[in-house]
T-cell receptor, first 113, second 114 residues
Framework: GAVVSQHPSWVICKSGTSVKIECRSLDFQATTMFWYRQFPKQSLMLMAT?????????EQGVEKDKFLINHASLTLSTLTVTSAHPEDSSFYIC?????????FGSGTRLTVV | AQTVTQSQPEMSVQEAETVTLSCTYD???????LFWYKQPPSRQMILVIRQEAYKQQNATENRFSVNFQKAAKSFSLKISDSQLGDTAMYFCAFMKLSGNKLVFGAGTILRVKS
């Protein structure tokens, strides 16, 4: 089946630094990938839609300058949290559309100290 | 805009018993997909089952089956012979046939007790 690899699985960074999260489709090409944020015991909140070779589409209320998304190839999308602050601490998940539905990465737990 | 409602925040079931999770949705679309995803404590999202709205037959995957009522806009998930490994948060999700975004419900935490 389709596999989406997400790295790192967890990261701790200092306030004011930037963190990059990678999402790769391993056995299929993904022209569109999605980035979600999830708080404990809550649903997934769509942050942005990442389109290969073009600019990402951000959901209302998501700061595009803080959450930089790059989708330079058909198998790789990255999310960079810039100038991270403690309130950015969360669980971030990527997903990609495959032939049957959506496949999700294993998520990244970001802690900003 | 489409909305998905899961009215049961938490549920519990005894091992080997059957449990049904509820999901209703609102849409003006005629053709769409519905999904159930499972998120165990590892937080990996796993596809449980998919239903195409144009198919009248309810989807089944081993111990998992759905009751899809298109007119009522209802899409419940039945888990038979519950196992401890079924303990997870379950999300109902909707996608337009012509779209590419998933709309999620709030989720239901299911605990299977031994």
């Amino acid at each position: 089946g389709a596999v989406v690899s997400q790295h790192p699985s967890w990261v701790i960074c200092k306030s004011g630094t930037s963190v990059k999260i990678e999402c790769r489709s391993l056995d299929f090409q993904a022209t569109t990938m999605f980035w979600y944020r999830q708080f404990p015991k809550q649903s997934l909140m769509l942050m942005a839609t990442s389109n290969e070779g073009s600019k990402a589409t951000y959901e209302q209320g998501v700061e595009k300058d803080k959450f930089l998304i790059n989708h330079a190839s058909l198998t790789l999308s990255t999310l960079t949290v810039t100038s991270a602050h403690p309130e950015d601490s969360s669980f971030y998940i990527c997903s990609a559309r495959d032939s049957y539905g959506y496949t999700f990465g294993s998520g990244t737990r970001l802690t900003v100290v | 805009a489409q909305t998905v409602t899961q009215s049961q925040p938490e549920m519990s079931v005894q091992e080997a018993e059957t449990v049904t999770l509820s999901c209703t949705y609102d849409t003006s679309e005629n053709n769409y997909y519905l999904f159930w995803y499972k998120q165990p404590p590892s937080r990996q999202m796993i596809l449980v089952i998919r239903q195409e709205a144009y198919k009248q037959q309810n989807a089944t995957e081993n111990r998992f089956s759905v009751n899809f009522q298109k007119a009522a806009k209802s899409f419940s998930l039945k888990i038979s012979d519950s196992q401890l490994g079924d303990t997870a948060m379950y999300f109902c999700a909707f996608m337009k046939l012509s779209g590419n975004k998933l709309v999620f419900g709030a989720g239901t935490i299911l605990r299977v007790k031994s």
